[in-house]
């Protein structure tokens, strides 16, 4: 059960869509509790809460209003990496987290699709 004092709401504001970048990504195999996790805490994205830890992290490395999303699941955690832009949530890339790091190519691959999707890409 998750707490809704761990969440801050930005101010009412219509609910933002949600963006995936390059084409559909497939659905990762999660448990039915993990997809309720990831569907739930996108849903407040797009309601405009923020997000803290342990369920996101910021990004600023990757770039400015970049986060991670974690999810936990029996069978891993899952990364979703996400941006807030003011019309929507823009998801980068779905990963299983293998590692502490964050893969150097993972975000190579969340940089180029967010510079392509703001006109800046090769």
């Known amino acids: 059960m998750m707490s809704f004092l ?11 869509p949600l963006r995936w970048l390059k084409g559909h990504l497939k659905t990762p195999p999660l448990s039915p509790a ?3 996790e990831a ?9 405009g809460f923020t ?8 990004l600023p490395s990757l770039g400015p209003r ?30 299983r987290k293998t590692t502490m790091a964050i893969p150097a190519h993972g975000l190579r691959t969340c940089r180029q699709r967010f510079a392509d999707l703001d006109g800046g890409g090769s």
């Not at 761990?6 to 933002?16: F, I, K």
Request: proline fraction near 8%; charge should be positive; include cysteine.
């Open 6 to 16: 761990t969440y801050t709401p930005d101010g009412p504001r219509r609910p933002r």
């Open 34 to 36: 993990a997809r309720r």
């Open 39 to 47: 569907g739930f805490l996108l849903r407040m994205l797009q309601e």
């Open 51 to 58: 997000l803290a830890m342990p369920h996101s992290r910021p």
């Open 66 to 95: 970049c986060h991670e999303l974690r999810i936990r699941d029996a069978g891993g955690s899952w990364r979703v990496i996400y941006r807030i832009d003011d019309d929507a949530i823009v998801i980068a890339e779905v990963f």
